[in-house]
């Protein structure tokens, strides 16, 4: 092979970039489940929340979360006639086991369960020095736990509070959406296992889920639409207390 | 040759920065994932791992497989949204051998989980004052928690 210097290093290029293809190999195939088929998100429906904490013990069941830790939660709010501004909000162990009896006096009461929005354009993903956390091609936020370094940058990113650093894995930890049970087509625990109906699994690319009739006929909102993080999980019916 | 008159210095650089490059594209392969960016920057394969975790909660359409005679009794009552395990807890082992049983439940504590009064809960849950309505007395005892009410002729 006849090749001068000159023409070798002009190569090199060439060679790293037919290299870095070689690297990056071919997709997986997954025979019952196509990611760009879907695009996960959720629904909660705050007047049907009766606070009972079916959730939060079900999410701890399913995803083994350690006690004292949340990767969903529910809030009680308390706003005494005008005082939005000022509600008084409690969440005793997460409501895992329920909440205290209210007394009836001013004011209203209601539950807001919280978990993570899966955003469409996420501060946690965008602040991962390592490309330990993503969101997946089918809308779900998920944290790589054999990459985490544990430096907590997403935690902090979060504007929703929903990530932590494991206690024993010293990565972070968070709401999977149930990965692994919506890709077997069944719904999250929190889901599954919620009395009311309050908590509904919402495919936004399945033109028959409910979701679609839902949001014409009903006054939705996200959490923190001011931080555009694309949040993607709708909140019927939600008390402009909620911050 | 003359172009190349004392250049020898420009070419040991050049080989030196070859060898660099060479090893940093070594050191890559060997350091970075096979499935890292194979969907963006991060390890394609952990998509997979994740995806193949077990489950815990069978689903309410594993229980209606066997249990249909439960499905029919909860069919017409006010439970009939409620799904098996929101009060049976996590029962995907059993799902998978029936031999294992689950724990049998307390409805004097399982019932108050949603029904005892609070002045924070909605009007669509039907709320008691637990200590006056049944003063102790299991649930079970008037309501058959698969159809609870009391005019439901008390089938199981």
């Keep these: 092979m006849n090749m001068d210097r000159r023409h070798f290093l002009v190569m090199l290029p060439a060679a790293a970039i037919a290299w870095e293809y070689v690297l990056a190999g071919t997709p997986e195939a997954s025979p019952n489940y196509t990611m760009s088929e879907h695009w996960w998100s959720m629904l909660i429906d705050i007047p049907k929340c009766i606070g009972c904490g079916n959730c939060v013990r079900a999410c701890a069941a399913e995803n083994d979360v350690p006690d004292g830790y949340f990767r969903t939660w529910v809030e009680r709010y308390h706003v005494d006639d005008y005082n939005m501004e000022n509600p008084e909000v409690i969440s005793p162990d997460g409501g895992k086991q329920g909440f205290p009896a209210a007394k009836e006096d001013a004011g209203k009461y209601f539950f807001v369960p919280k978990l993570c929005n899966h955003c469409a354009d996420s501060p946690c993903t965008q602040v991962c020095p390592v490309g330990a956390t993503f969101i997946t091609p089918d809308g779900v936020v998920l944290v790589d736990q054999k990459y985490c370094l544990g430096c907590a940058y997403c935690v902090q990113a979060c504007p929703y509070g929903c990530r932590y650093i494991h206690p024993t894995k010293k990565v972070a930890d968070k709401c999977t959406l149930c990965y692994h049970r919506i890709t077997k087509g069944l719904t999250t625990a929190c889901a599954e296992n919620c009395p009311t109906g309050a908590r509904q699994l919402v495919d936004l690319k399945n033109p028959k889920d409910p979701i679609h009739a839902f949001l014409k006929t009903h006054h939705v909102q996200v959490l923190k639409p001011q931080m555009a993080t694309g949040a993607k999980v709708f909140y019927n019916e939600l008390d402009g207390a909620v911050r | ?156």
């Design chain 2, 1 to 156: 040759m003359n172009a190349f008159k004392d250049t020898g210095h420009l070419f040991r650089f050049a080989l030196l920065f070859v060898v660099a490059f060479v090893v940093f594209l070594a050191m890559r392969h060997l350091v970075v994932p096979k499935s890292f960016g194979q969907y963006g920057h991060y390890r394609g394969a952990a998509i997979g791992e994740m995806a193949a975790r077990p489950i815990h909660y069978a689903g309410h359409e594993a229980c209606e497989t066997c249990h249909a005679d439960i499905l029919q009794t909860k069919s017409s009552g006010k439970h009939a949204n409620v799904n098996c395990e929101a009060c049976h807890g996590p029962l995907a082992k059993h799902a998978d051998d029936p031999s294992l049983q689950p724990a049998k439940l307390d409805t004097a504590v399982l019932c108050a989980g949603c029904h005892a009064a609070s002045a924070a809960k909605p009007a669509i849950i039907k709320q008691v004052d637990v200590e006056q309505h049944s003063s102790g007395v299991s649930c079970e005892t008037c309501h058959k928690p698969h159809s609870p009410a009391i005019d439901a002729g008390g089938a199981q």
